[in-house]
Structure formats: structure tokens, C-alpha cells
């Protein structure tokens, strides 16, 4: 395999394993509907397809670290804005913590 791939097969998978934090992150700041926290993704250099957001969003949801409501749209049908829960702002409080401890792991061992 090819190193370049390989490289770009680890970024992929690190981008999917942080994906809900940052959804979590961004909606812990005001409520969004899917294509905006898209464009936040993006934004911050986050590539991720909209095929991938829609499922984390549901199974946020089922977990009740989510809700939504249905907000008019200006232009075109109502939209679906997601805001976080109290379990969500619990989730994000955590995986806060287990973020830094796993930068700190990383920073340890690169200095070794």
C-alpha cells in the first residue's frame, strides 16, 4: 500500500472517530439544522459528506444527547434545527475531558 494512502486512510478514520464531538461542539453553541453544521464541518476543514452527518444526527438523537424542532425556512420547505440536550451538554463535557487526555497521551509520547 502506498504511504500516501495509508496517510490519508488514518486522517479519514480520525476525522469519523471525532465527527459526533464536533457536532456536539458546534450545536453546544446554538441551535443548527443539518446543512449549516455541514458548512461549520467544512469550515473548519472537517471534510465530511452530507450521506454521513444525517445518521450521526439520528443516532445523537436516539441517544438524547439531541432534539429538534421545526423552524420555517425563508426559502424553500421548513427546516429541521437540532439543539443539544442536558445528557448532550453531559456527553460533551466528557468527551471534552477524554480529548485532552488523549492529547496530552500523544503529546508525551511524541516527546519521548
Keep these: ?11 479519514s478514520q480520525m ?10 461542539s458546534i ?9 449549516s453544521i455541514l ?4 469550515e473548519a476543514r472537517m471534510i465530511v459528506v452530507e450521506g454521513t452527518i ?3 444526527l439520528i443516532r445523537q438523537k436516539n441517544q438524547g444527547l439531541l432534539t429538534y424542532r421545526w ?17 448532550g451538554r453531559k456527553a460533551l463535557a ?8 488523549l492529547v496530552e497521551t500523544i503529546k508525551c509520547l511524541r516527546e519521548e
Design 54 to 56: 444525517y445518521p450521526l
Design 1 to 11: 500500500m502506498d504511504i500516501n494512502n495509508n496517510v490519508e486512510n488514518v486522517r
Design 94 to 101: 466528557e468527551m471534552d475531558t477524554a480529548w485532552q487526555e
Design 15 to 24: 476525522r469519523r472517530g471525532v465527527l459526533e464531538y464536533c457536532i456536539l
Design 71 to 87: 423552524e420555517e425556512s425563508p426559502q424553500g420547505p421548513p427546516r429541521k434545527y437540532y439543539q443539544i440536550t442536558e445528557k
Design 27 to 35: 450545536l453546544s453553541k446554538k441551535d443548527s439544522y443539518a446543512s
Design 39 to 42: 458548512s461549520e464541518l467544512k
